[in-house]
């Protein structure tokens, strides 16, 4: 795909720039004191399976959205330039996101959604330090048990919320990375005989 097609076919996030696909709604109201919510739309597929066109997966106040969105962001943003994507910016209205970033957000905001100022800061660079992968099957095992927005406090959410809020932030400048990891199949138990 060149740097043309991938732009051509996305919006704000990675979103699919076509009707009817499945993404996260980010709506930020203008007001600062309102809430913004993040929002599972299926898309007209989801409607035909019996599903819901959408489900709210969070509330937050704009204090924790303030605090979460940037890290947010620039997460994103890596991953889109990586990819040859077009980035995006958080705006007033209505923000779409990429189906896996949406899963990605909703567990940063479950983990933030009750902390505090300092908590905060650590749930970012942990939230950061998390793989895509682990960040999605954090989604699929918090979504399952309690990924309504009244669920706040139950099952997995207070787990994210302890297991990312416990810890230090990271000195500036020092966001640790994890190490490259070989290919499953290049290990020495997969290796054949010599």
């Avoid at 997995?156 to 020092?174: I, N, Q, T, V």
């Amino acid at each position: 795909m060149t740097q043309r097609e991938a732009t051509a076919t996305t919006v704000d996030f990675g979103a699919p720039d076509k009707f009817g696909a499945h993404v996260f709604r980010v709506e930020i109201p203008v007001g600062r004191n309102e809430p913004v919510l993040i929002v599972e739309d299926y898309g007209y597929r989801g409607h035909e399976a019996g599903v819901p066109r959408d489900e709210q997966r969070v509330v937050l106040t704009r204090r924790i959205w303030s605090a979460i969105a940037d890290v947010a962001r620039r997460e994103f943003n890596d991953r889109l330039k990586a990819a040859k994507a077009t980035t995006g910016r958080w705006h007033s209205g209505t923000n779409l996101v990429d189906r896996l970033l949406g899963k990605e957000l909703c567990v940063l905001a479950w983990a933030a959604e009750t902390a505090n100022d300092e908590q905060l800061a650590v749930i970012g660079s942990r939230w950061a330090a998390l793989r895509p992968e682990e960040r999605w099957w954090l989604f699929a095992m918090t979504v399952a048990e309690a990924g309504m927005p009244d669920d706040t406090q139950r099952g997995w959410r207070r787990a994210l919320f302890s297991a990312l809020s416990d810890g230090e932030k990271p000195a500036r400048g020092r966001r640790r990375r994890r190490p490259v990891e070989d290919d499953l199949f290049r290990l020495p138990l997969f290796r054949e005989a010599e």
